[in-house]
């Protein structure tokens, strides 16, 4: 059995703490890996390893430090493949859907190159007589990142990346679920001549993540997961002092309006519901219908599933994956006896297609229509093959539906009606907004997150807004009364 292990300082590094997770292959339901669950102790060592790195990388010169970040987008890019196999082998994910997820990550890392520009402060000169006031942004030190299963490589790059290059060193507590593509991560990033320290990898549960919590070196802490987690993150790091970003799940309802068009709006509802089997925080999971559209299309979406090719995520010819345990496919299939039992209609029950009685962890894709409010599935954050319609009369109907909810990750609209999409954008209640986009997840030089359940914190992850929660911002008054202190050099000006 292959043993997963941390990476600190450079280098892997056994477990000391006797404690070992499972880790499956959820095609086909073999567990394949074991992996290290870190003490508090090992916490402490990772954290103490960062913080020892953290003068040297800090004192690297931004030329340098740039250096490196074009090396770790020139070695990551060499290594997509290997990368998106080991998120399929371990999350389940179809192939090409893995590789998109390795593009999306590597957008950060693009990002992260241009990171002079992004800590470039501002300077008035004469703001008072003979005196200049500037402003600079100074890393925090050691920051921590806690990633949820469903983006084994794009979340922690969401974080690293930026993280890193302005400046701090990094300790990542990836989900033990699929914890291999992190440790292939830290290597490449060592290869890409990465100091030993800047970036490591300890493993763990619910004891590494309070450790990290709890510990005094850790300045700030990146969390991406499911709300519950995600407020009590907010809240204990918060209460420790540091600073916090906390990302949770999401609800995301997709509005499709009676002059949409009705094969374009289903061609979306069915990609953006059961793409990477429902396992994304941005994943459509609630089709509010309005009015006459709703028959033509139920119709249109229902008439799409049965030619969904489900299969092992290695095989090309796959376009939906296993969902990533066990338990997580027979949770959410449990809202299918849930939603027939609270009135709903469950058009196509995922548990009829052929791979559910496989040995993999499969779920076919499902369609629930004539839901409400009041119904489990409604309710829940499924975080599966699980699409659920909701008809209502009007577009006012519909955004009190969405704005009611919780949750306020993403939402769409799908419509031909310039004025209409004007109005959803002005009103929505959601951080991230599609327009007949299904999927709105912001490019890499914008920020990512969502409102309300959405993420606890103010600061969006990502983008210019990490730049401003990675660093501190000092500003300078000065004045020079000694204006003789230059010399003659004729060599032409470089960074040093
Ligand atoms: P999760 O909350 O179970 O786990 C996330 C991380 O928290 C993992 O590293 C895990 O080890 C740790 N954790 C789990 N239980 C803990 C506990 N009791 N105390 C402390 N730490 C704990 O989430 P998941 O199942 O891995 O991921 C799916 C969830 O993540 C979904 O809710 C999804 O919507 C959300 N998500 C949100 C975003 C976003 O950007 N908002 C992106 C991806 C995923």
Not at 241 to 263: E, F, I, S, T, Y
């Amino acid at each position: 059995m292959d043993l997963i292990t941390h990476y600190v300082g450079g280098k892997s590094v056994p477990g000391e703490s006797g404690r070992r997770g499972d880790v499956f292959n959820p095609a086909t339901g073999e567990k394949t890996h074991e992996v290290d669950l870190a003490s508090i102790e090992e916490v402490d060592r990772a954290v103490r390893t960062a913080r020892s790195a953290a003068p040297g990388w800090r004192a690297t010169s931004l030329a340098r430090r740039n250096e490196i970040m074009f090396s770790v987008r020139q070695v990551l890019d060499a290594h997509r493949s290997e990368l998106a196999a080991a998120v399929t082998a371990q999350h389940g994910k179809v192939l090409s859907d893995a590789m998109g997820e390795v593009a999306r990550g590597i957008e950060n890392v693009d990002f992260a190159c241009g990171i002079p520009n992004q800590l470039a402060g501002r300077y008035s000169e004469q703001a008072s007589t003979g005196v200049d006031v500037y402003s600079i942004r100074q890393p925090l030190g050691v920051v921590a990142g806690i990633t949820p299963f469903n983006f084994p490589v794009m979340v922690p790059m969401w974080m690293f990346a930026n993280a890193i290059a302005c400046g701090n060193t990094f300790v990542l507590k990836p989900s033990e679920k699929d914890p291999l593509a992190s440790v292939l991560l830290a290597e490449l990033l060592s290869d890409a001549g990465l100091p030993d320290g800047v970036f490591n990898v300890v493993h763990g549960d619910k004891v590494a993540v309070d450790a990290i919590l709890a510990h005094p070196e850790v300045a700030a802490v990146s969390f991406v997961g499911s709300t519950p987690i995600a407020r009590y993150i907010y809240e204990e790091a918060a209460k420790a002092g540091k600073r916090v970003q906390a990302l949770g799940g999401a609800k995301n309802h997709m509005v499709v309006l009676p002059d949409a068009d009705v094969d374009m709006a289903a061609d979306a509802a069915v990609s953006a519901g059961y793409g990477s089997a429902g396992e994304r925080c941005m994943a459509i999971s609630v089709v509010v219908a309005v009015g006459r559209v709703a028959d033509p299309l139920v119709e249109a979406i229902t008439s799409r599933l049965p030619n969904l090719r489900i299969g092992d995520g290695s095989d090309p010819a796959s376009e939906m994956g296993p969902l990533v345990t066990r338990e997580h496919r027979d949770k959410v299939a449990s809202y299918l006896d849930s939603a027939r039992d609270q009135g709903g209609t469950v058009l196509v029950d995922g548990r009829q297609h052929e791979r559910y009685r496989e040995g993999g962890f499969f779920l076919g894709a499902s369609l629930v229509d004539h839901v409400t409010t009041e119904m489990d599935c409604y309710r829940d954050e499924i975080f599966g093959p699980v699409l659920s319609v909701v008809r209502v009369d009007s577009y006012d109907e519909a955004m009190e539906l969405v704005n009611s909810n919780p949750w306020g990750n993403g939402a769409a609209i799908f419509t031909r009606d310039g004025g209409a999409a004007r109005r959803f954008q002005f009103e929505v209640e959601a951080g991230m907004v599609g327009v007949n986009v299904p999927i709105p997840v912001p490019v890499g030089y914008f920020s990512f997150g969502g409102w309300k359940h959405s993420l606890f914190g103010d600061t969006h992850i990502y983008g210019p807004e990490s730049v401003s929660f990675y660093t501190r911002g000092k500003v300078l008054t000065s004045r020079w009364p000694d204006p003789s202190t230059s010399s003659i050099d004729l060599g032409f000006p470089r960074n040093h």
